[in-house]
């Protein structure tokens, strides 16, 4: 039963709720078609009642003009368990959440990270995808495992000071562990686990993730155990040796923390950005001219440098507008990560009672009609003002918005940028003739990722 004035919703089943929606695929491909019930609407994951929210006005008052009302995240979910209710992004709103994704922001600002800058280690990485290239040029390679690759090896870079070969035992197990993690936590079991509290304790597939969490946590543990036999108090290498350096004069920190910390980042920062490159390279290569007109620009702007700094993005609207349009097409987290209500609140006029779920429909404000020159189809345009200057819309927040945004922004941008202008300044990207039309559907999870495609390299002359 829906509480008075909460939000409308489709008919619901008793205990079961809207059975349908337990399928994460089926909820990402419907909550557009439920917004026929308004820009704010419920639906019930058994038991539990869940707010969407849609389109960047309901959205806006949510997450920015409301913030620490809907900045909480609910604490009885699948993931809450696995992770044993530690780290910052399942962390509710409180002083934890809040001194660990402060130390996070200011350490990822390059202010805690040793001699080595931020920019560096992005450019030590891409310089391995840039052999990885190489040694396949006049050929037909499958970039997934490149990107993904790429993509861990630059967190691990920050937290840990260290990268792994692709063959190395070690990242092997993490991948394997984090892909069976989120196969899970984004399946049927999860769901079910979330919607239908009596069955937790029974020996059901979902029991499998609590082991695989503890495969990667044994391995940061030991991380984090080299990391204190070898490291000098004062002068930190890593993200693991700024936290050691806090671990005493910050009340709520401790080794358990440090773990979990280490836990969150890793996977929040891989799986979005390779998905980011991913889709970016596959629409880069089906519409040539941009890209030619990405070349056009970091040939200009780049002349006789050695190679591309953050800074020179200034210089690059063309570029700038490019990243932000592929940003805003991948939709890399659909439904961003689950909100929840901190306190009794109104959300367009409706009633939401404190401790509601909330999610996001990111694609109901990255496409909405109003918002955008060309809300449907892949156009840096959307980024550009009648002077070619590089403008950003309102509406532009694959980050999310609020308290609770992105904490990985600055790195994510960097990357993202660091990594396309070096790849497009050395190399052409072409769909093999034989590759057939291209399917830029996506495949669904939590985090949204292009089918597996080929990918043609060419290299460049140089300019
Ligand atoms: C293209 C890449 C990325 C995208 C599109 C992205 C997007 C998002 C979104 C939509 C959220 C949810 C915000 C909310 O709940 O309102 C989020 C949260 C978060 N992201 Fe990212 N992210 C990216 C990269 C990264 C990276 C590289 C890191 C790690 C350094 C990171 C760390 C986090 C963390 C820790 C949170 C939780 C913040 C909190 O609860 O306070 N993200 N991200």
């Not at 309901?58 to 368990?81: C, H, L, S, T």
């Not at 002083?95 to 390059?110: E, I, K, P, Y």
């Not at 918005?401 to 990594?419: I, N, Q, S, T, V």
């Amino acid at each position: 039963q829906r509480p008075k004035n909460f939000p409308p919703g489709p008919p619901t089943l008793p205990i079961l709720g809207n059975l349908l929606y337990l399928n994460l695929k089926f909820l990402i491909c419907i909550s557009l078609h439920l917004i026929s019930y308004g820009n704010v609407y419920s639906i019930f994951f058994g038991l539990k009642p869940v707010v969407m929210i849609n389109g960047f006005q309901a959205m806006r008052e949510a997450m920015i003009v409301k913030a620490v009302d809907f900045a909480g995240r609910p604490q009885d979910m699948f993931m809450n368990d696995v992770i044993q209710r530690k780290g910052v992004i399942m962390a509710d709103y409180g002083s934890v959440w809040r001194d660990h994704r402060r130390f996070a922001l200011m350490t990822l600002r390059n202010f805690g990270l040793g001699k080595k800058s931020m920019e560096e280690r992005i450019h030590e990485e891409v310089e391995c995808t840039i052999e990885t290239l190489e040694k396949n040029i006049g050929k037909t390679l499958c970039p997934q495992f490149m990107f993904h690759n790429a993509a861990s090896n630059i967190i691990c870079r920050v937290l840990f000071g260290t990268r792994y070969e692709y063959e190395d035992e070690i990242i092997q197990t993490i991948v394997k562990c984090f892909t069976d993690l989120t196969r899970m936590a984004n399946g049927m079991w999860a769901m079910l686990y979330n919607s239908l509290p009596f069955i937790r304790p029974l020996p059901l597939p979902f029991r499998k993730a609590f082991k695989d969490i503890e495969v990667f946590l044994s391995i940061a543990v030991g991380l984090v155990n080299e990391h204190k036999k070898t490291r000098v108090p004062g002068e930190p290498r890593d993200f693991v040796d700024c936290y050691l350096d806090e671990l005493d004069k910050v009340n709520c920190f401790s080794d358990k923390q440090l773990v979990r910390h280490t836990f969150d980042l890793y996977i929040a920062g891989t799986d979005t950005t390779s998905n980011t490159l991913l889709t970016g390279f596959l629409y880069l290569m089906n519409y040539p001219q941009i890209q030619e007109r990405c070349q056009q620009e970091i040939d200009q702007v780049l002349k006789g440098k050695e190679r591309v700094s953050f800074d020179d993005r200034h210089n690059m609207p063309y570029m700038q507008a490019v990243i932000h349009e592929i940003q805003r097409i991948a939709n890399t987290l659909p439904l961003g990560v689950l909100h929840s209500t901190t306190r009794d609140t109104e959300l367009m006029g409706y009633f939401i009672p404190k401790g509601t779920t909330i999610v996001q429909n990111m694609i109901s404000v990255l496409s909405e009609e109003g918002q955008w020159k060309f809300p449907h189809e892949f156009n840096p345009e959307n980024f550009l003002n009648e002077q070619g200057k590089f403008v950003k819309p309102v509406a532009s927040i694959p980050f999310s918005a609020g308290p609770r945004m992105c904490l990985g922004e600055g790195l994510a941008r960097m990357e993202l940028f660091l990594f396309i202008v070096t790849l497009l300044r050395k190399f052409n990207f072409i769909w093999p003739e034989d590759a057939g039309e291209p399917d830029f559907t996506p495949l669904y999870g939590i985090t949204l990722t292009p089918k597996p495609y080929p990918m043609k390299i060419q290299l460049r002359q140089k300019q």
